[in-house]
């Protein structure tokens, strides 16, 4: 069970952060300019590996992000690149479907 922030982060994979990139590692430290406090994250390579995956999404800044992932464009977002082996479901509320 994930949820997801109105930049799209995913766990804690943030946009344009160097975690995002680890592919051997099943988790990572992430700090840096806005992240605070320090913490551990999943990598995709942890995230990738689960059978399914839900992602959990509320409030209407998150619209945006919620349009920029499942939307008809590919977007680079960390969120859109989550890929359990079988199952991805998204729960997200009326007020972050931007309606």
């Not at 995002?20 to 390579?45: C, K």
């Amino acid at each position: 069970m994930l949820g997801m922030g109105a930049d799209g982060h995913v766990a804690s994979l943030f946009p344009g952060h160097a975690a995002l990139a680890e592919r051997s590692r099943l988790a990572v430290a992430v700090a840096g300019a806005g992240i605070e406090p320090a913490r551990v994250s999943l990598t995709y390579r942890a995230l990738d590996g689960a059978e399914a995956a839900l992602v959990m999404v509320s409030g209407a800044g998150k619209a945006e992000a919620v349009r920029a992932v499942l939307g008809a464009a590919r977007s680079d977002l960390p969120a859109a690149r989550l890929s359990p082996r079988e199952t991805l479901v998204w729960l997200v509320d009326r007020a972050a479907t931007g309606f």
